[in-house]
């Protein structure tokens, strides 16, 4: 079965960085895109970032573009999101989730069907 | 970018019928049948519940289901039952291949 698994998270001072990884498996990864989400404590949830499944496309959320940056290994199948110049309201929850059809990553087939438990980063000094 | 406006919260009696709206702009949710809805529980990951405005994916109540009028979509969920007792969150596909999410609903079963 589809599985994915964040990790990577912790305590971070602000301004510095950090990097997630969402290990996937059950499914064939290269043919996928995905994404990362965010919530922050008590707070709603956030898009981040999408990767294509080629990696050709990348888009980001204005609150962190310029900062992060999303990418993928294919060999490995894991999904990265480097995380530059953090700030404390980057603490949050990060979510990889994975879209549901193969080889798109917007319009019909992009909604987010599969999602990780979430790696938790706290960034404070 | 701000969120998707929906409701706080809402709640209703088990059995009966309850609705959240989540308003967007013509940039997002007027103007694509790409809306899709989530729920979450305490702790947990979120759960697809609607996609593409009216679908429901497999494993998911009839009891859920999801329409769009304008810039405003909408989950309604009847036969209210304790354990629909969540989080609720809109999404959409936004212009520039990116993607936005409501604000979020506390649905309590009172």
């Known amino acids: 079965q589809v599985q994915l698994v964040e990790s990577g998270g912790g305590l971070v001072q602000p301004g510095r960085s950090l990097r997630l990884s969402c290990a996937a498996s059950?499914?064939?990864?290269?043919?996928?895109?995905f994404h990362w989400v965010r919530q922050a404590p008590g707070k709603g949830l956030e898009w981040v970032a999408v990767?294509?499944?080629?990696?050709?496309?990348?888009y980001y959320a204005d609150a962190v573009k310029g900062r992060f940056t999303i990418s993928r290994d294919n060999s490995k199948n894991k999904v990265f999101l480097q995380m530059n110049s953090l700030r404390a309201e980057d603490t949050a929850v990060y979510y990889c989730?994975?879209?549901?059809?193969?080889?798109?990553?917007?319009?019909?087939?992009?909604?987010?069907?599969?999602w990780g438990q979430g790696t938790l980063v706290t960034v404070s000094s | 970018h701000s969120a998707l406006t929906q409701p706080t919260s809402v709640s209703g009696s088990p059995g009966q019928s309850i609705t959240i709206s989540c308003t967007g702009t013509?940039?997002?949710?007027?103007?694509?049948?790409?809306v899709s809805w989530y729920q979450q529980h305490p702790g947990k990951a979120p759960k697809l519940v609607i996609y593409?405005?009216?679908n429901r994916p497999s494993g998911i109540s009839g009891r859920f289901s999801g329409s769009k009028s304008g810039n405003t979509a909408s989950l309604t969920i009847s036969g209210l039952r304790a354990e629909d007792e969540a989080d609720y969150y809109c999404?959409?596909?936004?212009?520039?291949?990116?993607?936005?999410f409501g604000g979020g609903t506390k649905l309590t079963v009172l």
């Open positions: 989730a994975r879209v549901a059809d193969e080889g798109v990553y917007y319009g019909s087939g992009s909604y987010l069907q599969y």
């Open positions: 059950g499914f064939t990864f290269s043919n996928y895109a």
């Open positions: 990767i294509s499944y080629g990696a050709t496309n990348k």
């Open positions: 013509n940039s997002d949710v007027g103007g694509y049948n790409y």
């Open positions: 593409d405005v009216d």
């Open positions: 999404s959409s596909y936004r212009s520039g291949d990116t993607v936005i």
